[in-house]
């Protein structure tokens, strides 16, 4: 892929940082990447193997984002800016991109608003159009004014693909700072957070306090108050590091009657001294939050909040609440408090194993890559006006599948009701960008799923990701998800090849991991078997094991008195062949074959969110939309079907052996 990314910071160099660390992630994993920037000179931010296109630069004074200064410090004026706008319209044409990525813009740099959108605009109009995407970090500071929230929404959906949310939604998600509805949730793509720093070293031995604050003038406070701190307090052993973008007089004043190497500048290597350091005083923008979080190093925070600036203040918040630092409000700054906090700091135990999600800068490269291939397979199913083409496999078989629905509802559906549907999705171990999307059709189309999670591999932040999913609820899938089948044979976890004491320890103990594991709320004392196939004799063991539902393939055991039983009949992957999406006409005809000849049965829509590719996320994202708009289907909850003494289970009693008799 060719792929533009297009990123102005004003005030400190967070924003370029980023950017650079995404560019540099592309550009190593072979894709040809320009990082177009339009703030000044950061000399720390390494390009490596992407190419640079510097504009103008344009910077701001102050917290309030305005006036936009020039490169000579004077108002940037009409030429100026129409320069700007030119240039990145010619480096938009030289690259050629297939895929066009601007750094926050549209929910922030408003005062650039033009500038963007020119280079968004002559993007799509370019053919073949390329993927175009918002890149954010965790929180963003909302507007004061309604009517621009609602302008960005507007101009997101009508104009944007997709949003890099660089962040880990265990810690903060996006709706923390920003209004998400279902729409814009669909659009959002987790990658974790983009740490852009060098490996961390080991150290055997912590020491002394490491003070920095960015690379603007934003820090003045804190310098002032660390430096007077350091003076009080020499034996803790201070090192201030000041950015490049403070004035050289004012680290004179700072260091003044202070001894040599207390203070100096901002260097290449902080984030070894970070990691040898024993507490760390700073503010929190993302990338000083991303480096005590990879150094694990013991934080005092002070956030910056001056104006309307409310992002590092919510970070360094949800960090403490993890027993991660302690929070110093910017307006309680003075060097008495700052070295009550420290002491404390410093007497407190080390911060545990956060857990919290590093890799965003070489998982935005897949998830973009995906991205782009869904883009591209998207592009031959329309035409102008976006009509479908007659000579579309999916498109034909789902106006197949609605005509169908059409006539069964025109035939008395009312009768009894719509047809009932749910949806299992398995294999779920940990967040991911995959799952992302997968809860995001659930919310865009209020279509709750069950989710197959594997108690003996899950880690903490599957559990964080599921508490903020609605719709979503869990289900016990297997213990480890391990193969014990002879040779030869079709793979089974609980298959009857094991002696069943040995499967019905199993069962128990992926119930009593999944009880610890996963939030109790959400968690469905349902049995998912790997790859769907169990042995008869565990299947009557588990309502002695506490489990209340199964949940296979038909006919993979017989049904047992006292457990609730639905299957998923509807599975997209080709497990056998391409092991992408099926024929989708052979799809469409067991959704009707199900729906005609087992209308008292729900049917099993089941996904592997791991294992989809373009075409499959296409299909399901299709389907969905199909059956959650059609009245003659419902979706059922997964928590009411397997709800002992519910009207679901009831009608199940009665209705699963026909169900299972009646399906090829």
């Given at each position: 892929?060719?792929?533009?990314?297009?990123?102005?910071?004003?005030?400190?160099?967070?924003?370029l940082?980023?950017?650079?660390?995404?560019?540099?992630?592309?550009?190593?994993?072979?894709?040809?990447?320009?990082?177009?920037?339009g703030?000044?000179?950061?000399?720390?931010?390494?390009?490596?193997?992407?190419?640079?296109?510097?504009?103008?630069?344009?910077?701001?004074?102050?917290?309030?984002?305005?006036?936009?200064?020039g490169?000579?410090?004077?108002?940037?004026?009409?030429?100026?800016?129409?320069r700007r706008?030119?240039?990145?319209?010619?480096?938009?044409?030289?690259?050629?991109?297939?895929?066009?990525?601007?750094?926050?813009?549209p929910?922030?740099?408003?005062?650039?608003?033009?500038?963007?959108?020119s280079?968004?605009?002559?993007?799509?109009?370019r053919?073949?159009?390329?993927?175009?995407?918002?890149?954010?970090?965790?929180?963003?500071?909302?507007?004061?004014?309604?009517?621009?929230?609602?302008?960005?929404?507007?101009?997101?959906?009508?104009?944007?693909?997709a949003?890099?949310?660089?962040?880990?939604?265990?810690?903060?998600?996006?709706?923390?700072?920003?209004?998400?509805?279902?729409?814009?949730?669909?659009?959002?793509?987790?990658?974790g957070?983009?740490?852009?720093?060098?490996p961390?070293?080991?150290?055997?031995?912590r020491?002394?306090?490491?003070?920095?604050?960015?690379?603007?003038?934003?820090?003045?406070?804190?310098?002032?108050?660390?430096a007077?701190?350091?003076?009080?307090?020499?034996?803790?052993?201070?090192?201030?590091?000041?950015?490049?973008?403070?004035?050289?007089?004012?680290?004179?004043e700072?260091?003044?009657?202070?001894?040599?190497?207390?203070?100096?500048?901002?260097?290449?290597?902080?984030?070894?001294?970070?990691?040898?350091?024993?507490?760390?005083?700073?503010?929190?923008?993302?990338?000083?939050?991303?480096?005590?979080?990879?150094?694990?190093?013991?934080?005092?925070?002070v956030?910056?909040?001056a104006?309307?600036?409310?992002?590092?203040?919510?970070?360094?918040?949800?960090?403490?609440?993890?027993?991660?630092?302690?929070?110093l409000?910017?307006?309680?700054?003075?060097?008495?408090?700052?070295?009550?906090?420290?002491?404390?700091?410093?007497?407190?135990?080390?911060?545990?194993?956060?857990?919290?999600?590093?890799?965003?800068?070489?998982?935005?490269v897949?998830?973009?890559?995906?991205?782009?291939?869904?883009?591209?397979?998207?592009?031959?199913?329309?035409?102008?006006?976006?009509?479908?083409?007659?000579?579309?496999?999916?498109?034909?078989?789902?106006?197949?599948?609605?005509?169908?629905?059409?006539?069964?509802?025109?035939?008395?559906?009312?009768?009894?009701?719509?047809?009932?549907?749910?949806?299992?999705?398995?294999?779920?171990?940990?967040?991911?960008?995959?799952?992302?999307?997968?809860?995001?059709?659930?919310?865009?189309?209020?279509?709750?799923?069950?989710?197959?999670?594997?108690?003996?591999?899950?880690?903490?932040s599957?559990?964080?990701?599921?508490?903020?999913?609605?719709?979503?609820?869990?289900?016990?899938?297997?213990?480890?998800?391990?193969?014990?089948?002879?040779?030869?044979t079709?793979?089974?976890?609980?298959?009857?090849?094991?002696?069943?004491p040995?499967?019905?320890?199993?069962?128990?103990?992926?119930?009593?991991?999944?009880?610890?594991?996963?939030?109790?709320?959400?968690l469905?004392?349902?049995?998912?078997?790997?790859?769907?196939?169990?042995?008869?004799?565990?299947?009557?063991?588990?309502?002695?094991?506490g489990?209340d539902?199964?949940?296979?393939?038909?006919?993979?055991?017989?049904?047992?008195?006292?457990?609730?039983?639905?299957?998923?009949?509807?599975d997209?992957?080709?497990?056998?062949?391409?092991?992408?999406?099926?024929?989708?006409?052979?799809?469409?005809?067991?959704?009707?074959?199900?729906?005609?000849?087992?209308?008292?049965?729900?049917?099993?829509?089941?996904?592997?969110?791991?294992?989809?590719?373009?075409?499959?996320?296409?299909?399901?994202?299709?389907?969905?939309?199909?059956?959650?708009?059609?009245?003659?289907?419902?979706?059922?909850?997964?928590?009411?079907?397997?709800?002992?003494?519910?009207?679901?289970a009831?009608?199940?009693?009665?209705?699963?052996?026909?169900?299972?008799?009646?399906?090829?």
């Amino acid at each position: 892929m060719r792929i533009l990314i297009a990123v102005t910071h004003l005030l400190g160099a967070g924003h370029l940082t980023r950017a650079a660390a995404l560019a540099r992630a592309c550009a190593a994993a072979g894709h040809e990447t320009v990082l177009v920037s339009g703030g000044r000179p950061a000399p720390l931010v390494r390009l490596d193997g992407a190419r640079l296109v510097a504009l103008p630069p344009v910077h701001v004074a102050g917290a309030a984002f305005r006036p936009l200064l020039g490169p000579d410090g004077s108002e940037a004026g009409p030429d100026l800016l129409a320069r700007r706008r030119a240039m990145l319209l010619d480096a938009l044409a030289a690259a050629r991109p297939d895929v066009v990525v601007t750094e926050l813009f549209p929910f922030g740099r408003r005062a650039l608003a033009e500038e963007f959108l020119s280079l968004v605009e002559a993007a799509r109009a370019r053919r073949p159009r390329p993927l175009v995407l918002a890149s954010i970090r965790d929180i963003l500071v909302a507007p004061g004014k309604p009517g621009r929230i609602a302008e960005t929404r507007a101009r997101l959906l009508h104009l944007y693909d997709a949003v890099l949310v660089h962040g880990d939604p265990g810690l903060v998600p996006l709706d923390a700072s920003w209004p998400v509805d279902a729409e814009l949730a669909s659009r959002l793509r987790y990658t974790g957070y983009v740490d852009e720093g060098p490996p961390v070293p080991a150290s055997n031995r912590r020491s002394g306090i490491l003070v920095a604050a960015g690379s603007s003038a934003a820090g003045l406070g804190l310098f002032r108050e660390a430096a007077e701190a350091a003076r009080r307090s020499p034996e803790l052993g201070w090192r201030i590091l000041v950015g490049h973008g403070v004035p050289d007089a004012a680290l004179s004043e700072f260091g003044r009657d202070l001894p040599d190497g207390v203070i100096g500048r901002a260097r290449p290597d902080y984030r070894t001294m970070l990691a040898g350091a024993a507490l760390s005083v700073s503010q929190c923008g993302y990338n000083t939050a991303v480096d005590i979080l990879a150094t694990r190093t013991p934080a005092v925070l002070v956030p910056f909040e001056a104006g309307r600036e409310t992002e590092q203040r919510l970070r360094a918040e949800r960090l403490a609440a993890r027993g991660l630092a302690r929070v110093l409000p910017e307006a309680e700054l003075e060097a008495g408090n700052l070295l009550h906090c420290v002491r404390e700091a410093l007497s407190a135990p080390a911060p545990i194993a956060h857990g919290i999600d590093l890799g965003g800068g070489p998982r935005s490269v897949p998830i973009i890559a995906a991205l782009h291939a869904a883009r591209q397979a998207d592009r031959p199913a329309a035409i102008v006006l976006g009509a479908a083409r007659t000579d579309d496999p999916l498109s034909a078989a789902l106006d197949r599948l609605r005509a169908g629905l059409d006539d069964a509802a025109e035939r008395g559906s009312s009768a009894r009701g719509p047809r009932a549907v749910w949806w299992r999705d398995d294999d779920a171990v940990a967040a991911s960008p995959a799952l992302d999307r997968l809860l995001g059709l659930s919310e865009r189309f209020a279509v709750p799923v069950l989710i197959a999670a594997i108690p003996g591999l899950v880690e903490p932040s599957l559990a964080r990701r599921i508490g903020l999913a609605e719709q979503a609820s869990l289900a016990v899938h297997g213990l480890v998800h391990a193969d014990h089948a002879p040779a030869g044979t079709r793979p089974a976890e609980f298959g009857p090849h094991r002696p069943l004491p040995v499967l019905i320890a199993a069962a128990d103990d992926a119930l009593g991991l999944a009880r610890a594991r996963l939030p109790g709320d959400r968690l469905l004392p349902v049995f998912v078997p790997p790859w769907n196939r169990l042995a008869d004799d565990l299947a009557a063991a588990l309502p002695d094991l506490g489990y209340d539902g199964l949940s296979a393939a038909p006919g993979a055991t017989r049904d047992v008195p006292g457990l609730l039983r639905f299957d998923g009949q509807i599975d997209p992957v080709d497990w056998r062949g391409t092991r992408s999406l099926v024929n989708p006409d052979r799809l469409v005809d067991r959704v009707l074959h199900h729906l005609a000849e087992t209308p008292d049965a729900p049917m099993g829509l089941l996904t592997h969110h791991l294992a989809h590719d373009a075409a499959l996320w296409h299909f399901i994202e299709r389907l969905l939309a199909l059956l959650a708009g059609h009245p003659a289907v419902r979706f059922a909850d997964p928590r009411r079907l397997f709800r002992p003494g519910s009207a679901a289970a009831a009608t199940r009693a009665v209705a699963a052996p026909a169900a299972c008799a009646r399906l090829p």
